[in-house]
């Protein structure tokens, strides 16, 4: 983690455990309205625009008699660590946070329970990690670092901005905050998950070299979609977030995307999102579908072989 994260004195006082339960939540996303290039060019960096959804992980660590599973250095000698309910990148962020502030896990049980689905584009694993890390925030009673969360996902994985609480213009593998974008903006949807899940690393290379061949449509999708950002115009957004969408397609394709953008218009929609590296598609609405709506569209996806999900997302 370079000299982020790397190991240093605690200031004058050891920081205070707390003496109940410390929890940590963090939301996950419905994939991106916007995933390509920062800018045209040979060497192109993944940004993405992530979009947020009320639904989240949670972890939360209880101070007492029991070990903290896999992450508790006083556990009992030669005797088997108790299956820990943190996955392998929740507790190697754990261990990270614990030596950048020179601090000891004390005795104590950990549980995790997540509304997110792993490896579909709902950014679960890094949800859990901020949440862990929040999680561990509060039980030492520490003020929020945001520093110190980046440069934790930084060790572990290619992540998204579900550290903070508004939408953002973010690289994700150089993990470098490009622009704020607010908290403005917001839309109803009407998706679907595809069965299957995306490994994100095994297609970068993929990705990158789909970003090189179509640079200029991936610059002027991104400009338009600031553009709707800057000036609050959700409906400018929700364009420009389908021409993104339009652009994955050609390199990631969903089984039901052809026939979710061909019925838009049908159904009123203001724009059509995915998970470019997931298994999510779906419409953008800015305003709230009525019931008979909502029937139509859960019989029209359930006709492409897949139950349909409705959920508020982003912030306006």
Known sequence: MGDRTSPRTP???????????????????LGELYQGPLRAGPDPD???VSFPVGRHSRVSFTPGAVPGPGVNPGAVPGAPPPPSPLGEK??????????HY????????????SELRVGVGMASSTADIVATLRCLFRLFSLPYDTEVVVGVLAAIERADSVF???????LSGRHRLVRRLGTDIGFHTAYVTEPGTVDTDAVTPLLLEHYRRRGAAYEQCLTDLLKGFACGDAAAVARAATSSAVLSQEVLPKATFEGVLAHRERFGADGVFVAHTGCLTGYLFTRRPDSRLRSELAAFFR??????????????
């Open 102 to 113: 020179g601090l000891r896990l004390p005795p104590g049980e950990w549980t995790a329970r």
């Open 11 to 29: 200031s004058p006082g050891v920081p205070r455990v707390a003496s109940g339960v410390a929890s940590g939540v963090c939301h996950g996303t």
């Open 90 to 99: 929740s507790a190697t962020a754990v261990r990270l946070f614990l030596e």
């Open 46 to 48: 993944i940004a993405v």
């Open 303 to 316: 006709s492409l072989g897949h139950p349909c999900s409705f959920a508020r997302a982003g912030y306006g």
């Open 164 to 170: 903070l609480d508004e939408f953002a213009l973010y």
